[in-house]
């Protein structure tokens, strides 16, 4: 499998990945902008309004049956949040011919399918349909709203907010609330207009189709794509160190019978010039599996919690420590994960916990190349980054990972935030009898 | 071994039964980096009452889940999650109402690792201390699953739906249930279910079938014991649920329902196949997001995008669920039986009976690309006593009329039952 990269149409880059070995592509068009809180929303919006319809096919029942046609083609909206970058777009999922009988042309028609979707979407007077903007923009505000339902993914979302409460990162990939319920379909819909024309555009192809045939179906397709002046100023701002001298602490308080404490961290120095290999390692030594300092230590030897895992945000330089627990125990898990990360700072990471990392986290890597979904969203954080290797060179950094390089992303590391999800006394009854 | 080309879907299949009873299957994959082994035992949170060679036995709720959990305990202090993470692999199992499951995934030393799976889960080793210990972290686990509001409305329609099948209670059991149960416990169910003749092995891969298969024999012995049969308690009064509606208020941002349906399940092999085909098409055509009914409500706000459906077989049962968000949920209730109602007197179009086998050929093919899918249903299969890779063939031959001819049984007045989590008001 080798990438090769092209830009077809200005402004637009196709990553290109041949490969026999699947019975379904992938195609994917994303829209890069930077995240802000003014816009966010609004363009977290647009991919599910222009879903909605085209001129072709102005409504779902009509989309989704050609979509059927198209042997179950799915062509889903997505929208991501990379470092302060925004992605907006479409994820395609296309069976390859070869395994369909009479399938001839559906590659095709799934690429012209999505240019339609991104360029001729059904409109009244040049506007995007005010049903449609409205009843979208009701269904993410619901979305928004729901984070609540899921308690861990909640408090992870709750302690970033109120840590980079002074940036951009905060309002989360699908943009504020208020932001959301101000939108309005004839400024949405100039908005849209504006990022066709100054967007750059990445385009991610993996499958069975030579590239020459499938830039001329992409050309096709996005033949009527208006292009202005490209904007690639966008970037990520990257905060060193933490707020205040003392992290500061946010306790809410909800009716649920588990707590959830989730702890931020600043990288720090790490971040001056990032090693992408060192701090996949590090997150895999300090929080991220079975063999990690943090389930070794706070959930087997301690007993102090369900779980207990971290995860490093590499664009934006944070990392997160998240934990489910009894409420009555949160002093000790939090003193508890600083004192893991001191132990790693100073160098205490065995042979065993440096190389089972090191082994994890490569060979995450290699099933990448197994995986369509992972390699779409791998290259496309590469393209970012300015980063021009594969998984599989990834891997081979990591095997050279040292002990050193590990705890000094330890050392750097500053928290910031420490944010408590406890109960509001309701459940304390249960929790006391399950205890006895 | 057996082999089966399956041209359709270019995969061969290599399958066997050992002298130990082992069922074996092997999928290889040339050009893959990945290894996939999924070792499962035909035992889960259902199987409380059993009988062996005569002796009938009774356990606590959640033996199935608290065993899974155990099982990685090794003998000499080790613990099989480490050593199989020490080897690079992606250790996981989990439990279900039928089936417990070992797996792993890898990329490198896979015969390595696949000799880890095989000797840690038949070394049973339970102490007092050890599984004392494991109360704590379970307790947890089943805490977690109360605050989730999927997994609440989830129990909550299968106590409507069924009035005493095990299947109503939590696999993972109660907090109360869990503390019954002991090392003594734990080695009689472990004895019982834990044999070859009970288990199968699934692996997908660039591997050998015949290493495999040598590997199998090697770890897990000749001895071929006796299988216990499961006793699931008296049949079910009737196809009506036992209660047709249910709500609950819980810290939700907006009502979740779940809609559900019991009906009578095939027994096993190809009949049981085609029945979960022509269920999942006819829930395709009747609610899938090319359908009159899914189109109409998501355009009128009633849905949104959280929104599914699923036919599920478990432990000789068979229910229908479909599921989502809707800020009335009654309404969706109502349309949905007048929908099912339209649909049983004029039928399905036949173009859109067409269209929606294609769409179901591409998902299907797009299930074959995830190994853990292919090697669990493979294990599931290999239980019911189908061959699971047939599945794409025989979806070709489904007809409309046994779409239509479920939508009129399963949909019938009085067949659904709904449950209903609220916002908690403040």
């Known amino acids: 499998m080798e990438l090769t990269r092209t830009e077809i149409l200005p402004g637009v880059w196709l990553s290109h990945l041949r490969t026999d070995k699947f019975k379904t592509a992938c195609l994917s068009l994303t829209l890069l902008t930077q995240l802000k809180r003014d816009t966010a929303a609004m363009n977290a919006l647009i991919p599910y309004v222009l879903r909605r319809g085209t001129t072709r096919s102005p409504d779902m029942e009509a989309l989704s049956a050609r979509l059927e046609d198209l042997y179950g083609t799915a062509i889903e909206p997505v929208v991501r949040r990379i470092g302060e970058i925004q992605g907006i777009g479409f994820y395609a999922s296309i069976p390859e011919e070869d395994y369909l009988p009479g399938g001839k042309g559906v590659l095709q028609k799934a690429a012209a399918l999505m240019g339609e979707l991104l360029l001729s979407p059904a409109t009244r007077g040049g506007l995007l349909l005010p049903q449609y903007v409205d009843s979208e923009k009701e269904k993410m505000l619901e979305t928004i709203r729901s984070r609540i339902n899921d308690k861990r993914g909640y408090a992870l979302f709750r302690c970033v907010e109120e840590m980079c409460c002074c940036e951009d990162f905060a309002v989360g990939r699908l943009g504020g609330e208020e932001e959301c319920e101000a939108i309005h379909y004839q400024k949405l819909s100039k908005h849209y207009k504006s990022l066709l024309q100054s967007c750059p555009i990445e385009i991610f192809y993996c499958g069975r189709a030579a590239e020459k045939q499938l830039i001329a179906y992409l050309r096709d397709a996005l033949m009527t794509l208006p292009r202005g002046e490209i904007d690639y100023e966008i970037g990520t701002d990257v905060r060193m160190n933490a707020l205040e001298e003392q992290p500061r602490t946010v306790e809410e308080s909800m009716d649920v019978s588990q707590g959830k404490l989730v702890m931020g961290f600043r990288l720090g120095e790490s971040m001056e010039e990032p090693d992408p290999a060192a701090l996949l390692v590090f997150n895999a030594c300090f929080g991220g599996g079975t063999t990690s300092k943090l389930f070794a230590n706070v959930r087997e030897r301690l007993q102090l919690c369900y779980y207990a895992g971290s995860l490093v945000d590499t664009h934006k330089g944070l990392l997160l420590v998240s934990s489910g627990i009894e409420f009555d125990k949160f002093e000790a898990v939090r003193d508890e994960v600083l004192a893991q990360l001191a132990a790693m700072a100073r160098g205490e990471i065995t042979d065993e916990e440096l190389e089972s990392a090191k082994m994890g986290v490569a060979s995450d890597l290699r099933a990448m190349m197994d995986s369509q979904g992972e390699l779409e969203g791998f290259y496309l954080s590469q393209v970012l980054d300015g980063l021009e290797y594969g998984p599989l060179e990834l891997a081979e950094l990591v095997s050279e990972v040292t002990r050193e390089q590990v705890a000094a992303v330890a050392a750097n590391a500053e928290c910031d935030m420490i944010y408590f999800l406890k109960g509001d006394g309701a459940s304390d009854e249960e929790e006391d009898d399950a205890e006895d | ?426």
Request: proline letters at 5%; glycine letters at 8%.
């Open chain 2, 1 to 426: 071994m057996r082999k089966t080309e399956y041209p359709n879907i270019g995969e061969t299949l290599y399958t066997d039964t050992l002298p130990n009873g082992l069922r074996l299957c092997v999928v290889p994959k040339k050009g893959f980096r990945s290894f996939f082994a999924a070792f499962a035992v035909d035992y889960g949170g259902d199987c409380r009452s059993f009988t062996l060679d005569g002796q009938p036995w009774h356990t606590p709720a959640g033996v199935a889940h608290y065993l899974e959990h155990k099982m990685f305990d090794m003998p000499d202090g080790d613990n099989a999650l480490n050593l199989l993470n020490a080897n690079g692999a992606d250790p996981n199992a989990f439990t279900g109402n039928d089936m417990t499951c070992y797996y792993f995934q890898c990329t490198e030393r896979f015969e390595e690792n696949l000799r880890l799976l095989l000797h840690f889960v038949s070394t049973p080793y339970f102490t007092e201390e050890t599984v004392q210990k494991e109360q704590g972290i379970i307790t947890q686990e089943i805490l977690m699953g109360e605050d989730d509001p999927g997994n609440r409305i989830f129990y909550n329609l299968l106590e409507q739906l069924y009035a005493h099948h095990p299947l109503r209670e939590r696999i993972a059991g109660t907090v109360e249930s869990i503390r019954e149960i002991t090392p003594e416990v734990l080695h009689s169910c472990y004895r019982a279910f834990y044999t070859p003749a009970n288990m199968c092995l699934c692996v997908e891969g660039d591997v050998d079938q015949e290493q495999v298969s040598r590997i199998a024999r090697e770890i897990l012995g000749s001895e071929r014991a006796s299988v216990p049969q499961p006793d699931f308690g008296e049949p079910e009064d009737g196809l009506l649920p036992a209660e047709a509606m249910r709500r609950e208020a819980m810290a939700v941002s907006a009502p979740q329902f779940l809609i559900g349906a019991k009906f009578e399940s095939e027994k096993e092999g190809e009949a049981l196949l085609r029945q979960r085909l022509v269920s999942q098409l006819a829930l395709r055509l009747l609610v899938g997001a090319s359908s009159p009914f899914y189109t109409r409500l998501y355009a009128e706000g009633l849905l949104n995008r959280d929104f599914d459906y699923e036919s599920d077989f478990i432990s000789g049962t068979a229910s229908l669920f479909i599921g989502g968000e809707s800020e009335e949920p009654e309404k969706v209730f109502e349309a949905l039986q007048q929908e099912a109602a339209r649909v049983a007197a004029e039928g399905f179009p036949a173009e859109r009976f067409e269209r929606a086998k294609r769409a179901s050929l591409g998902a299907r093919l797009r299930g074959l690309e995830d190994f853990g899918n292919v090697c669990i249903s493979l294990a599931s299969g290999v239980f019911e006593n189908y061959g699971s890779l047939d599945a794409i063939a025989m979806l070709d031959q489904v007809t409309k009329s046994e779409c239509e001819a479920f939508v009129r049984d399963v949909f019938s007045p009085g067949r659904l039952a709904i449950s209903i989590i609220e916002p908690k008001k403040d």
